[in-house]
C-alpha cells in the first residue's frame, strides 16, 4: 500500500460544519426554520438584477467589487476604500484568521458563539478559546480577564447565534477599549438589522475610533441573498490591505454584486421583513411560553428555545411533519433547539403541530 499524503497537523480534528435540515422527500411544501434565513425569499430588485446578467456569465466580474463598495458606502455612509467584500461573511472570517494568527495563537470567542469561529481558527494551526457566557449572554468581563499574551483575534457575534442576545453600546465600547492594542476584534454583526434597538451598535464606530476592529456583514440574512454567498467587512485601512492581499481575485462573482446593490435600494422588502419578523418573534417567543418552554431572549430573525430531555424527540417529530428546526448539540445545547421566525402561517403550523405532539 501506497503513503497518502497526510493534512497538516490538527485539520483531521476539526468537525466539519453541517447547516441546517430542509429537505424531505415526502413532504411537497416543508417549512424551512433551521438556517435562519429569509422566509419571505429575496428582494424583488436584487432578483432582477441577477437574472440581467445571464448574458455577461463569460465575463470575469470586478475584482474590487467597486459599484458594489460604493454602493455599500453609500447606504452606510461608510468610506469605500475601508470595505472588502467576500463570499459571504464566512470567508471575511477565514481570511482574517488566516492572516493573523497561526500555530501558537489564540483564538477567542464566547461561548456559544458561531461554530465557524473555532473551526476557522483550527484550521490555521491556532488554539480556540471558548469563554463562558452568562444567561446566555457574552460576558465581557470574562472575555478581558481570558486575554493572554497569545491572544490574537477576538471573534464576538452581536447580536450573537444562537442565542440571539446581544451587547450594548457601552458593553461593546468596554471590550474593545480593555483589549491590548494588538488584539484584532472582529464584530460579526450578521443579524444586525434585526436589532431595532435603542442601546445596540452594529461597531462601525468602533472601526473608526481604532485600529483594531473590523466590523462584518452579510446579505444572507435580512437581503435574503443566502445562495450567493456575499458578505462585507468595514475595516481600518490597514486591515482592510491585508485582506485583500490574500483574498481571491475574483472572490464575488458577477451576479452576486449586482444583486447586491439592488438589495441595498429595496428599503420596501427591507422594511417588510423587518415587519414579519417583529411579529413572528411575538407570536413564536409568546406561543412557546405558553406551551411551558423557555424561550432565550432574542432581537434577531431566530429564537433559541430550552425544551429539556425531549429537544431531539420534538425536533425529529416536527421533521417528520415537514417543519425544520434546528438542532443544538454541536454547541452543546443538547436541550435547546433554534427556530427561525417564519410567516405568520409556518409559526401557526409550527405552534399547532407542537400542541398535538406534547
Not at 438556517?35 to 475584482?63: F, I, K, Q, T, W
Not at 436589532?195 to 483594531?212: H, K, S, T, W
Not at 417567543?285 to 429537544?311: M, Q, Y
Request: charge should be neutral.
Amino acid at each position: 500500500m501506497t503513503a497518502a499524503p497526510l493534512p497538516k497537523s490538527g485539520i483531521l480534528d476539526i468537525k466539519p460544519y453541517i447547516g441546517g435540515e430542509g429537505r424531505l422527500d415526502a413532504v411537497a411544501h416543508p417549512v424551512r426554520l433551521a438556517s435562519n434565513e429569509n422566509v419571505l425569499g429575496c428582494s424583488p430588485m436584487a432578483r432582477a438584477a441577477y437574472l440581467a446578467g445571464a448574458d455577461d456569465l463569460h465575463r470575469y466580474p470586478d475584482g474590487a467589487a467597486g459599484d458594489l463598495r460604493a454602493a455599500i458606502g453609500r447606504t452606510y455612509g461608510l468610506n469605500p476604500e475601508q470595505i472588502v467584500c467576500g463570499a459571504g461573511s464566512d470567508e471575511l472570517i477565514a481570511l482574517i484568521v488566516r492572516a493573523y494568527a497561526g500555530a501558537g495563537d489564540e483564538v477567542m470567542y464566547s461561548q456559544y458563539g458561531f461554530l465557524m469561529y473555532p473551526i476557522s481558527a483550527k484550521s490555521v494551526g491556532a488554539t480556540p478559546v471558548a469563554v463562558p457566557e452568562k444567561d446566555m449572554r457574552t460576558d465581557v468581563d470574562a472575555l478581558l480577564a481570558a486575554v493572554t499574551p497569545k491572544t490574537k483575534i477576538v471573534l464576538l457575534a452581536n447580536p450573537n447565534n444562537p442565542t440571539g442576545s446581544y451587547l450594548t453600546k457601552a458593553e461593546m465600547k468596554k471590550l474593545r477599549d480593555g483589549l491590548p492594542a494588538g488584539v484584532l476584534l472582529v464584530v460579526d454583526a450578521a443579524y444586525a438589522e434585526f436589532a431595532q434597538i435603542p442601546d445596540y451598535e452594529d461597531g462601525r464606530a468602533l472601526v473608526d475610533g481604532g485600529n483594531n476592529t473590523v466590523m462584518l456583514r452579510t446579505f444572507s440574512k435580512i437581503y435574503g441573498l443566502a445562495a450567493l454567498r456575499l458578505g462585507w467587512g468595514y475595516c481600518p485601512p490597514d486591515v482592510a490591505g491585508v485582506i485583500n492581499r490574500v483574498r481571491g481575485a475574483f472572490n464575488v462573482s458577477a451576479p452576486a454584486q449586482a444583486a447586491g446593490i439592488a438589495a441595498l435600494e429595496d428599503k420596501a422588502f427591507i422594511q417588510k421583513t423587518i415587519d414579519m419578523t417583529n411579529a413572528g418573534r411575538t407570536q413564536l417567543s409568546d406561543g412557546l411560553s405558553a406551551l411551558g418552554f423557555k424561550v432565550w431572549p432574542s432581537v434577531t430573525n431566530f429564537i433559541l428555545v430550552r425544551f429539556g430531555e425531549r429537544a431531539e424527540e420534538i425536533r425529529l417529530g416536527l421533521k417528520q411533519e415537514g417543519i425544520f428546526i434546528r438542532q443544538m448539540g454541536a454547541y452543546n445545547l443538547p436541550d435547546h433547539l433554534r427556530i427561525t421566525i417564519g410567516t405568520r402561517e409556518d409559526n401557526a403550523r409550527l405552534l399547532s403541530t407542537l400542541r398535538q405532539m406534547i
